[in-house]
């Protein structure tokens, strides 16, 4: 096994932290006082001792890769894991989900949240590890690969539920460690609670969820308040009227509408909106005819919204709608079919006192590591559901990459983020902060 030190602050163990903890424990009588350099060193003990597990579980789930409600073999894999740590596991919730409870007597309970899902695209990152698998996606067979990295979390996640086994002297209380599907689709929060997740398990007072972002590896990047964008998918279907390709006047041209649409529903961004208020509007996919010298009589588009404010989210909601029939319009066709937010996550907003609490606690542990956020992110994440539910949480950020690509970068080179198919983390210093930032952020909330 190789020893991580951080990229950024070699030594970091050396720094004098001594945040103290002061716990009373409504079921061991005496209080006990931990300080976060003791709790640091008994986390990285246990790192030390099971990452070659992590690290082959992490390449293991990375070439088997699954979509969204798919997710049966790795949910498989992750209640397994979880049953020989001593949860209790409960499997198919919300469709492919995954709850695994650990009681330790009386106090809080806090709720710990993976992803389990990968994204439709190929991966071309040429790692040894790389995924070759292929599935089924809207009736297309697509290339699947963890370019988001919820693979990631999944090691993590599995890596502190352990942490936690090991240190039960450490803490009382609940820990609902849930893995969720279908993420990227913004609906398997949501299945999850519908059901019966807070109602079967009990509600958490906590929830914490961590993601993999494009920074140094080991960065770790926490804020109070609004996290990530509000999200709604959008799907396009323009009607036209198929026929020669030399002849458009006997036709209505469908393909001519989308594009058309395309370059004018960026104006809704540019002159509806308020231009200092956040919004994005992006079609990421377009599907029309079969060869160059047939008119087709449809052009299917699929995007995505993303806005902060939620005033700005419906001026953009209706200027996309607008766009869409107007350009139908001017061709002459019917009215297309516009259906936004079938896939739709408000915006994550982080708790806080949580936030404070446990930024404290990684300010200790972590020193020049830590990044306060200073503005969300433009994507989302459906772990708002969650807190919609009435959990208060922090969502928080670890970096991932090496330290090269910045130098890289310099040059003019890209930095490769989630869901390009060159975004390759440096596993062993993602997966090691990972556990020992979540880990310390639980331990923290139960101390409450
Ligand atoms: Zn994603
Ligand atoms: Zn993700």
Partial sequence: ??????????GWKKIAFRTMFVCTLSMSGPAMALDTADMMA????????????????????HQHPELAF????????????????????TERVGKTGLVAVLRHGDGPTVMVRTELDALPMEEKTGLPYASHVHAMW????????????????????IGTAQVMAAMKAQWRGTL???????????????????????????????????????????????????????????????????????????????VLEAGRFIVDVQSVVSREKDPAAFGVVTIGALQAGSV??????????????????????EKMLAGVKRTANAVADMAGAA?????????????????????????????SAFGKDVVPATKPTSASEDY???????????????????????????????????HSPYFAPLPEPTIRRAVEAMSLAILGALQQ
Avoid at 76 to 88: I, N, T, V
Avoid at 138 to 157: E, L, S
């Fill in 176 to 254: 609902m460690f849930i893995a969720q599907p279908a993420e990227e689709t913004g609906l398997g929060a949501q299945a999850m609670i519908d059901d019966g997740l807070f109602t079967r398990f009990g509600k958490p007072d906590i929830g914490c969820a961590l993601h993999v972002v494009p920074a140094p590896a080991g960065v770790v990047i926490y804020g109070a308040g609004m996290a990530t964008s509000n999200m709604d998918s959008l799907e396009i279907i323009f009607r036209g009227r198929g026929g020669h390709g030399a002849a458009p006047d006997a036709a209505i041209d469908p």
């Fill in 335 to 363: 009215r297309p079919e516009v259906v936004i937010g079938r896939e739709a996550a408000k915006a994550v907003v982080n708790d806080g006192a949580i936030s404070a609490r446990t930024g404290q606690l990684f300010q």
């Fill in 42 to 61: 008994q986390v990285d003990a246990q790192l030390e001792q099971h990452y070659a597990h992590l690290d082959a579980l992490y390449k293991e789930i």
């Fill in 70 to 89: 798919q997710e049966t073999a790795t949910a498989a894999k992750l209640a397994k894991e979880m049953r020989a740590l001593g949860f209790e596991v």
């Fill in 292 to 313: 160059g010298n047939i008119i087709p009589d449809q052009a299917e588009l699929r995007g995505t919204i993303r806005s902060y404010d939620l005033a700005v989210r």
């Fill in 1 to 10: 096994m190789s020893a991580y030190r951080s990229n950024l602050t070699p």
């Fill in 384 to 418: 708002s559901a969650f807190i919609a539910a009435g959990v208060p949480s922090l969502f928080f950020g670890i970096g991932a990459l090496d330290l090269t690509v910045f130098v890289d970068a310099k040059s003019g080179k890209p930095i490769p983020s989630n």
């Fill in 138 to 157: 809207n009736g297309r067979d697509v290339p699947v690969a963890h370019t988001c990295r919820h693979d990631v979390h999944m090691a993590a996640w």
